[in-house]
């Protein structure tokens, strides 16, 4: 049996990364067609509609017990409360966002967060002119407050949008404060204790990887990419 696998379990247990991400794929499509109206899809269905095998399916959703019947397939709303309980996304968290700069003024202005479990609750910063507005539901508060008022909330989960040059400082003081998972898009990386959860949100990494997608040769496919024709 896999490690941390306990069957019939609806709450989180250690599972690899990889298939931690690929859970929340399989979420989004599963609520994509509750919305639709769709009763049951198979693995076959799942692997065929997210590019992956059938058999990737039932590996990955194994790690977290049966939630299948063979020859039915999953129930899509039973499904989708079932991974959302995993997630722990089935009641909602608080979250704090550092740094009210362009990025994190958007993050905060951004309606979707709560369907998915996450409320905005509280926005920090430095600069006496963000200090005070109001954006989405939060009131932007010094730093002075920051331990305070999570405290005060119950907050757990930050999201992390200052320079990189105060990421680390600022995240040492987020772990003494009681933080345990941080949203982290500042370009540096985080040295945090076990136990603390960090994951890294780099816009420039992911453009890399899509620009590799596009240029790279296919498998198979002999020759570079075709580039385009000059109108000249």
Partial sequence: MPR?????????????????????????YLEELA???????????????????????????????????????YRVAA??????AIFGT?????VAVI?????GRALLRYKGFL???????????VSPQR??????E???????????VIAQQGIRIVILAVPAAVAQEMADRLVRAGIVGILNFAPVTLTVPEGIAVIPVDMAVQLEQLAYMINAPRPGVSGRPRRRQSSG
């Fill in 4 to 28: 941390g696998k306990q069957p019939n379990s609806s709450r989180s247990i250690w599972s690899p990364p990889l298939t931690v991400r690929r859970l929340s794929i399989y979420l989004r």
């Fill in 35 to 73: 919305n639709q109206g769709q009763q049951t899809v198979s693995s076959r269905q799942l692997g065929q509609a997210l590019g992956l095998t059938d058999a990737q399916v039932r590996k990955d959703l194994a790690w977290f017990g049966h939630m299948g019947r063979p020859g039915v397939g």
């Fill in 79 to 84: 499904m989708v409360e079932q991974l959302r």
């Fill in 90 to 94: 089935d009641k909602v968290s608080s």
């Fill in 99 to 103: 740094g009210v700069g362009s990025l």
């Fill in 115 to 125: 369907s998915k479990g996450f409320r905005l609750s509280a926005a920090f910063d």
């Fill in 131 to 136: 200090i005070g507005r109001s954006l989405g």
């Fill in 138 to 148: 939060c009131v932007v508060q010094p730093l002075d407050e920051l331990e305070k």
